[in-house]
């Protein structure tokens, strides 16, 4: 908790956490009938993790058998299917943490699907997510018609009275709190972490703990080091911050470290830098700094130039080696729309590292959808159309490239110079084609349906009909009302405003590429 990580088990077990009144709501809610998953929500640093943990552990006290699955590694469907047959033959209950559950939304989607076809409600699943990355992707109906949305982000009245009593009652966690919060009366701790802190899960453990000087004592921290170890320490927090999972080899490859000086360094980085396993028997073993706040912090100051990001992703790219699972999954994560290459701002500087990807991993889907997109941005029409002319060659098409299909067509339409107002509405009428097929193969896709509703918005800005509106609008009620999904509720109203005149700010939305369509 100092450190700001999630707390352990043992922590846990130990009573070195509050209790977090949504664990309480998450075991209750599992108490109950016809209940297969539920899923956490919330930003980092409030404690998501630390609060599946304490239901888990509610749970697992009931006579529940518990599991956590591992995010470092691919979640295998086929294999907990076969645990959830195994606990239904039994006659026992079991239950799934899945912690950065939208890394692993594909397989998450097919056993939740398996299970529910099997009528096997014995095995419940957790499900641990920030919602930047949960609420754009596209997940399986039965998710919401047999699970729950938990949000978790300030601290309750009720917890925060746990965490003052924690701070009295344990003296090794009393110990770590800082004396100037320690001399108050436990009226005025009350009245600082909900008034100044705002009840802010991370605020209140930066000024218990306080660490209102993060900056410094992180800078200083890094100076205090080695040249060696210093340059580890910078490359790994970058790469965590743009949203890659660090390991050994990966960095050995890097910055060409001698294998026999890893232990050293590593015990120069000890409390710093922590090593884990992710798979000893290809001897894998994962890197991470103590908090990403931590790693976003040297980041900031260690690679405050343009130039040096650019060349950390190209360094990246070119020791990537895709026999890796755990290397491809950087690369997906490379396109992130919050973290990776997009904090480049030229796209033409995106797109060269794009097409590094492709050459480098030519069987990856991801990047080649984040280029199309680019291109289509750009308003470079032909690029983009030859580009998905390439991918439906050696993929076949798939539900991102025909939504980037319809928007090709929309774009082109708008933006291209010097042609006649007929000719827009006859091209608008080819993507309502491609929108009405889009659909009918991808049903229940929301990106499809909401191009299917943009669409409608550009045709009505020609033509003054609302035909294509009302059947794209028609579409996404008819799958909120099926998939239960509340994203699709806040597209529709967004959408609605837009329409109307309404100014709505452009929403970059992060593109699902790697889950089922």
Known sequence: ???????????????????????????KHFDQDFTLCAMLLGASGVGKTTAAKQALQMMRKNGVRCWEHKSDHTLSAANWRSVAQYLKDKGFVGALLIDDAHQHLQELNDLIDTLVQSD??????????????????????????????????????EEIERLLTLLEQSPEVRGLVEDQFSGFSKQERRRRLTVRCEADMFVCMKNIFANDSFDNIVLQEFADLKEGPR????YVAAMETVGLRVHRQLIIRLLGVPGSQVEPILNDLTDIISEYSIDERLGIYGWRCRHAVISGIVT?????????VIKLFDDVIDNISPTYD????????????ETGISRIPDKNEQNRLLRKMMSIAPGERVPRHRLIRNLIGQGYFEKGETEIRLFDKDFGSDGPVHRYKIKLMVERAVRTPNILEEDRIAILEQAYELAVQGV?????????????AELGIEYYKKTGRHTYYEEGIANLQAA???????????????LNRRIAGQYIADVEDEEVTAVVE
């Open 300 to 308: 900031k100051y260690k690679f405050q130039d343009l130039e040096k």
């Open 1 to 27: 908790m100092f450190n700001g990580r999630p707390a352990s088990y043992s922590d846990i077990e130990a009573g070195y956490s509050f209790g977090r009144k949504v664990a309480e709501e998450i075991a």
């Open 231 to 234: 340059e580890i320490y910078r």
């Open 120 to 157: 096997n409600g014995h095995l419940k699943i957790i499900i641990v997510s920030t919602r930047n990355q949960w609420y754009p992707r596209v997940k399986t109906p039965n998710l919401f018609k047999f699970g729950k949305s938990f949000s978790l982000s300030r601290l309750g009245p």
């Open 480 to 494: 909120e009302e099926k998939l239960g999904d509340p994203e699709i509720s806040v597209i529709i109203s967004r």
């Open 326 to 337: 755990v290397e491809i999954r950087s690369l997906r994560q490379l396109c992130n729309i």
């Open 440 to 452: 009918e193969r991808y049903p229940g896709n929301k990106n499809i349906l909401t191009s299917f």
